[in-house]
Nanobody
């Protein structure tokens, strides 16, 4: 079955960086676009970044353009998608989720990112 396991969240000061990872299994990884979403307290879940199946195309929410970078790799059969987050702001605080096949698709369990001094 499809499994998405996120890691890499934590507490970071404003201006700092984090790299999130999502280990994917149970489907043909290179066939599907992969996405990162986030949900802050009291807010709806929103799309942060998406990368195409072959990694050749990316898109970002306006709020993270120029600060976040999504990438994907196949390394030793570990299909992984990353989210490099730089220049973090308090408003980036949220639970970050890995996703395949869109909002009605599959989700990881989420990883908490807290940006605070």
């Amino acid at each position: 079955q499809v499994q998405l396991v996120e890691s890499g969240g934590g507490l970071v000061q404003p201006g700092g960086s984090l790299r999130l990872s999502c280990a994917a299994s149970g489907f043909t990884f290179g066939t599907y676009a992969m996405s990162w979403y986030r949900q802050a307290p009291g807010k709806e879940r929103e799309l942060v970044a998406r990368i195409s199946g072959n990694g050749g195309s990316t898109e970002y929410a306006d709020s993270v353009k120029g600060r976040f970078t999504i990438s994907r790799t196949r390394d030793n059969a570990k299909n992984t998608v990353y989210l490099q987050m730089n220049s973090l702001k308090p408003e980036d605080t949220a639970v970050y989720y890995c996703n395949v096949r869109g909002p009605t698709g599959y989700w990881g369990q989420g990883t908490q990112v807290t940006v605070s001094s």
